[in-house]
């Protein structure tokens, strides 16, 4: 329905009703709503510190490490190598990458559950595909050929020299004097850094739900992010033998139940789907990439692709959509909520009787499609998702709603209870009752946002001894997202008071150009640190504030989930709201129109490039 016949149709003329439908959706989202929202999940530590326990890669014993570098960036994920490609582009030599995993990859490290994929296209997820010659297989690709690719760019900017894996950074303070970081981890190191990059991850951290009895579970049990292949065989490829005689429950239906669950059910001898609140699912339509179309490739087309899928999705005007998938034709229904952008040519009220008409057209069609899949009416209509578009992440399977018409998979709907009710030393109950199993799988999702830096795991303290947390206060300062006064040559990569897009690795990109940019900059005018001015870090603030889009009407009509504060409605975004592309606009002008001088300190002191640590630690 366009724009135009939307806003002319009187409700009957719909073929819905809209007071009925926000009706439904209130109901829905009070069936759901808990008192003790994100209290009610648990952390994958302490006690249940073996849900987070690496299963990929044994650790190797090393000695302490007291050397110096350059550049340490605390992070291998993408966020992390794209900033050590951008600074050996620069022409940094000493750059040490560390992270807590074994290898490379972040997120696709740690997660390679069965039938894990990339749910943003391959060709604008995947970063560095022109510098490393890579064209992805497909056009969703799979989760073990992204963690391979993350393997490649380490290798092919040398990313594996100097790196230290299965390390943690557990305090980070400034020398004065050094003009340099102490830096001191969980295996003994003592090291130092003229510069430090956090890119640590925004859901990183396991998280579990808090139900009653969990410790009693006698049966097996695993996190989504930790795979245990070890009792299931088989690969992310699926083929789990190991499942063949077992009653599995999954809980938890978000993106990644949705990708997981029909492998289980396909090897299980039972599946129970523990569903608290249905996930939207779309048509996904994978397929394998077009060799004539990778031939037809012309210099450029990565950085061209991303950018027009951004810019899309940010609701910029652009002559053509390159990627025409289930993100660019919802557009207009999560920009509001992802980048904050809106179209301010229309009067605002207007604008939102537009959106959510246009919300319930969308989600008339996810629900209609449920139907047309699911045989069980009953189970059918069980799936059914009733919230607007953007109040949990969209999610696409052409494999999800078949999984119910098969006798093996039961759902167990948990609404009423507000999730499992309670385990046992034999199963899970769910009001009054019992489902025997012999396995427990959480895909129960991580914790957001919390990067070692905000939740305290990684104190640092600045200039004068200050901790980064008291100095913070009651939220984030920082120029642009990247940096604090008081704080010298530190940067941090995420959304922070910086850009968010559901494409989070071009986030990443661009800030990891600016960051090395920045640091080559400091460089070649003999900079003796990078700290922004108090005034400079003071006008970011403002301008978070006074460009905020208020999106709390829309979040409190929401089903709880991670976007809403689990129901709290307490989640601010604290994000550019004019969206990335503006940003990326904002940053780009400030690098070009002297903002540099802002930053670099002291230019008059000369201070030495630094060679390769000797240290090989992680050579390959
Ligand atoms: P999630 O979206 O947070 O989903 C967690 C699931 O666990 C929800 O269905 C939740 O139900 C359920 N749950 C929590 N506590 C429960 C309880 N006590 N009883 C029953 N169910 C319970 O986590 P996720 O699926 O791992 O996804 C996290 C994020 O990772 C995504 O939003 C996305 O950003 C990213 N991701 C990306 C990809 C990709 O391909 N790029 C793939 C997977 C994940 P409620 O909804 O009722 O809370």
Known sequence: MTETT??????????????????????????????????????????????????????????????????????????????????????????????????????????????????????????????TGYVPTMRYAPGEEIRQHAVRIAEHYGLYRDAVFHTRVTELTWDEDAAEWLVRTDRGDAMRARYVVVSSGTLSQPKLPGIPGIEDFRGHTFHTSRWDYGYTGGTADGGMTGLADKRVAVVGTGATGLQAIPHVARDAAHLYVMQRTPSLVDVRDNRPTDPAWAASLKPGWQRERMEN??????????????????WTSTARLQRKMITGAVDTSVDPAERERLDELADFVKMNEIRARVETIVEDPATAEALKPWYRYMCKRPGFSDLYLQSFNRDNVTLVDTADHGGITRMTETGVVVGEDEYEV???????????????????????????????????????????????????????????????????????????????????????????????????????????????????????????????????????????????????????????????????????????????????????
């Open 6 to 131: 939307t806003a002319a149709a009187a409700p009957a003329d719909l073929g819905f009703d809209p007071d009925a439908l926000r009706e439904k959706y209130r109901q829905e989202r009070d069936r759901r709503t808990r008192r003790d929202g994100n209290a009610q999940y648990r952390r994958a530590a302490g006690e249940f510190g073996y849900y987070a326990k690496d299963p990929y890669t044994p650790r190797a014993e090393r000695a302490p490490l007291t050397d110096r570098v350059e550049v340490l960036v605390v992070g291998g994920g993408f966020g992390g190598l794209l900033t050590g490609a951008r600074l050996r582009e620069a022409g940094f030599a000493s750059v040490r990458m560390m992270d807590e995993a074994g290898d490379f990859g972040g997120t696709w490290y740690w997660n390679r559950y069965p039938g894990i994929h990339c749910d943003i296209e391959s060709y604008v997820y995947m970063p560095l595909l022109e510098e």
């Open 309 to 326: 899928f951004l810019a899309i999705l940010s609701g910029e005007e652009v002559e053509q959509d390159l990627t025409q998938d289930g």
């Open 438 to 620: 012999d396995c427990v799988v959480f895909a129960t999702g991580f914790e957001t946002g919390v990067s070692g830096v905000v939740s305290g795991t990684m104190p640092v303290h600045g200039r004068g001894g200050q901790t980064l947390l008291e100095a913070w206060g009651r939220g984030p300062r920082t120029l642009h997202g990247f940096c604090s006064h008081g704080f010298p040559n530190l940067f941090h990569l995420g959304t922070m008071q910086n850009a968010n897009s559901v494409n989070f690795v071009h986030i990443l990109s661009e800030q990891a150009e600016h960051i090395a940019a920045v640091v080559a900059a400091a460089r070649k005018s003999g900079a003796r640190y990078v700290e922004p001015t108090r005034e400079s870090e003071q006008a970011w603030c403002d301008t978070i504030l006074d460009v905020a889009v208020d999106n709390s009407a829309f979040l409190a009509e929401c089903t709880p989930g991670y976007y809403n504060g689990e129901g709290t409605r307490r989640a601010t975004p604290t994000s550019y709201s004019p969206g990335p592309v503006a940003f990326h606009r904002v940053l780009a002008r400030w690098r070009e129109g002297g903002g540099l001088a802002d930053v670099l300190v002291d230019p008059a002191e000369p201070v030495e490039a630094m060679e390769a640590s000797e240290t090989t630690e992680g050579a390959r």
